[in-house]
């Protein structure tokens, strides 16, 4: 069993930035891939990013690419995501997966094992 829990979501103006982390506790962290997913009100929940087990090559939306960076540090077992240039579209709960998909999958929230509770992201105009 993992346990994942998200921090560093708030309300921010649009151009502005955030950081948001992902702590893991319990299990092999550093076997599983792990991903942001993203949902606003009355919507689905949308993928953001995701990083491989060995930290290698990170992979993004096409909406967030060149603005958010994902990272992990497995010695620290945290995952994070910078948010720049922050648009008021990027509002919603983000939350931090991890799983076992391959690389096809990363972007399939059913592929992922373990969710955190979620933070949220208010970006005003």
């Known amino acids: 069993q993992v346990q994942l829990v998200e921090s560093g979501g708030g309300l921010v103006q649009e151009g502005e930035s955030l950081r948001l982390s992902c702590s893991a506790s319990g299990g092999t962290f550093s076997s599983y891939v792990v991903a942001w997913f993203r949902q606003a009100p009355g919507k689905e929940r949308e993928y953001v990013a995701a990083v491989s087990w060995s930290g290698g090559r990170p992979y993004y939306a096409d909406s967030v690419k060149g603005r958010f960076t994902v990272a992990r540090d497995n010695a620290k077992t945290t995952v994070s995501l910078q948010m720049n240039s922050l648009k008021r579209e990027d509002t919603a709960v983000y939350s931090c997966?991890?799983?076992?998909?391959?690389?096809?999958?990363?972007?399939?929230?059913?592929?992922?094992?373990?969710w955190g509770q979620g933070t949220q992201v208010t970006v005003s105009s």
């Open positions: 997966a991890a799983g076992r998909p391959i690389l096809s999958a990363y972007s399939d929230p059913g592929m992922y094992y373990y």
